[in-house]
Structure formats: C-alpha cells, structure tokens
Nanobody
C-alpha cells in the first residue's frame, strides 16, 4: 500500500516562501510520476507540478517561474519550493504519485497566503 505524507504547509505573507515535502512509502523508490496538486475553496483540484522518474517536469503556467519541483529518488521524496507566494496560491496542496496508471494521494497540507 502506497502512502504519501506531506509536510511544510502553513501561513505565509504575500511574497514569502514555503517548501513542501512529500515522502512516499510502500512503493519502490525512483519509479512513477510524483507531483503536487492543489485545491482552493470552491474550486476544482488542479495540477501544480509533476516530475517523472527520469526528471521530466510539467508545471502549471500559473506558478511557472515561482515554484520549483524537485525529487530525490533515493529517498522516494518530492519537494515543492514555492517563492513569491500570492494570496491566490492559498489552497490545500496534495501530493500525488502515479504508479503504473494508479493514482495515490496524500491527505493534503494547507498553505495560506495572507497578510
């Protein structure tokens, strides 16, 4: 059973930074697509960024240039560095791992951007 545990969310002022981490267990490290999605109140869940095991990255236009996804295959962990945060980045951020077409989700971590 694949389990994903996120950490690093919290309250930050506009223009600030946060780093999210997601550790996966129960699966072989280094395989599958890992990434982040977010869901703001009243909105659908949307892709933020994903990274394949080979390092190919897909990142949403809304965060391009501000957010960076990275991955440590040896640790089976994915990170999301978020800089220049805006109030519209406020959401619950979910870690995702897609393994052979099956999606696994973390419970989510809340990021609130507010002054």
């Amino acid at each position: 059973q694949v389990q994903l545990v996120e950490s690093g969310g919290g309250l930050v002022q506009p223009g600030g930074s946060l780093r999210l981490s997601c550790a996966a267990s129960g699966s072989i490290a280094g395989i599958g697509i890992m990434g982040w999605y977010r869901q703001a109140p009243g909105k659908q869940r949307e892709l933020v960024a994903t990274s394949t095991s080979g390092g190919a990255i897909n990142i949403a236009d809304s965060v391009k240039g501000r957010f960076t996804i990275s991955r440590d295959n040896a640790k089976n962990t994915v990170y999301l560095q978020m800089n220049s945060l805006k109030p519209e980045d406020t959401a619950v951020y979910y870690c995702n791992k897609n393994l052979y077409g099956v999606n696994y989700w973390g419970k989510g971590t809340l990021v609130t951007v507010s002054s």
